[in-house]
């Protein structure tokens, strides 16, 4: 079957850095999302990995090992708007998109 | 970014009534729109799938018959939730894509609510 696991919850400091995995079992693999959503509003686009490697884009990054099966989404500088849930989701060979659960980060002062 | 527009934000209809919500992709054509589920505190559930000028696909477990999917053009899809019952309150969220190793984007989500 397929699959998306990731933490149900996350906590961590506003001015830290907080890492946030996902690993993924899909029939064939096209690319992987990361959204984010705020409490009571659609989710947003946040990166798209497709190819082995790490994507910078300003205090958030994604990476992808396509051997591993394993994504994860790196926060810098956290700020308290930070607060959220992440969704990972990946495509398959159908090119449908297969979502986790979402992991919500909770930001302390 | 491109732009979805969902509309409307927010409804309350009385149960048995019919509510439709439009999901408009305002600066790309998608030739796949994808309609969400989304109690409280609960992840995302794709309810149908439909591509522009085809029947939508439905998820296990959705009620075709109950929730309309029309997708008639490549920038307009509509749900029309028919004969609507309190458990069907819910946020509901559609996402256009205009190919199919791109990402995503979302509208801004409709709470309804039925009383």
């Known amino acids: 079957g397929q699959n998306i696991d990731q933490p149900t919850e996350m906590t961590a400091t506003e001015g830290a850095i907080v890492q946030i995995n996902c690993t993924y079992q899909?029939?064939?693999?096209?690319?992987l999302f990361w959204y984010q959503q705020h409490a009571g509003e659609a989710p947003t686009f946040l990166s798209y990995?497709?190819l082995d490697g790490l994507e910078e884009k300003g205090r958030f990054s994604s990476f992808l090992s396509r051997s591993k099966g394993y994504s994860y989404l790196l926060l810098k500088e956290l700020q308290m708007k930070d607060s959220a849930s992440y969704l990972c989701?990946?495509?398959?060979?159908?090119?449908?998109?297969?979502w986790g659960a979402g992991t919500k980060l909770i930001i302390k002062p | 970014g491109a732009v979805v527009s969902q509309h409307p934000s927010w409804v309350i209809c009385k149960s048995g009534t019919s509510v439709k919500i439009e999901c408009r992709s305002l600066?790309?054509?998608?030739?796949?729109m994808f309609w969400y589920r989304q109690f409280p505190k609960q992840s995302l559930m794709l309810m149908a799938t439909?591509?522009?000028?085809?029947?939508?696909?439905?998820e296990q477990g959705v009620e075709k018959d109950k929730f309309l999917i029309n997708h008639a053009s490549l920038t307009l899809s509509t749900l029309t939730v028919t004969s609507a019952h309190p458990e069907d309150s819910s946020f509901y969220i559609c996402?256009?894509?205009?190919?199919?190793?791109?990402?995503?984007?979302f509208g801004q989500g409709t709470r309804l609510t039925v009383v």
């Open positions: 996402s256009a894509r205009a190919q199919s190793d791109t990402e995503a984007f």
């Open positions: 600066d790309f054509q998608a030739t796949t």
């Open positions: 439909s591509n522009e000028g085809s029947k939508a696909t439905y």
């Open positions: 899909t029939s064939g693999f096209n690319g």
């Open positions: 990995n497709v």
């Open positions: 989701a990946a495509l398959d060979s159908n090119y449908q998109l297969i």
